[in-house]
């Protein structure tokens, strides 16, 4: 892996609210990747794989931007190239992965509580 493209992504994966524990917000995890031999769609499908998604459920990606303070959504490799571009002082992204039911419309997270400063 080339360093100059190497990122950290910290992410919080958050299962369906209709389903999920109320006692038990996310899962966390870390995920090194290499920006020049990921694409949007290969990122999710390997999240997708390691950690499945419920009947027809969908997932969602959003990044804290840290400069903007607030929650970005991803939709395509342009948006996955943004988002590592904004955070290429530091090598490391907060991300949060949402699986939804898709009948229903995505509520995207608009600001996350967590003892730990972001």
Known sequence: MDPN???LIEIR???N???VRKDFRCF?????????????????????EK????YLEIAHVQYYDHD????????SNQNLVSMFEKNSK????DMFISYCDPSKPFEPIKEWHSDVQM
């Open 28 to 48: 966390c995890f870390d995920m090194t990747i290499d920006l020049d031999l990921t694409n949007y769609k290969d990122f999710v499908e390997e999240i997708v």
């Open 68 to 75: 903007m303070k607030e929650f970005s959504e991803v939709h």
């Open 90 to 93: 530091t090598k490391v992204v």
């Open 5 to 7: 493209s190497t990122y």
């Open 13 to 15: 994966l958050s299962g």
């Open 17 to 19: 609210k209709k389903r």
């Open 51 to 54: 950690y499945p998604t419920g």
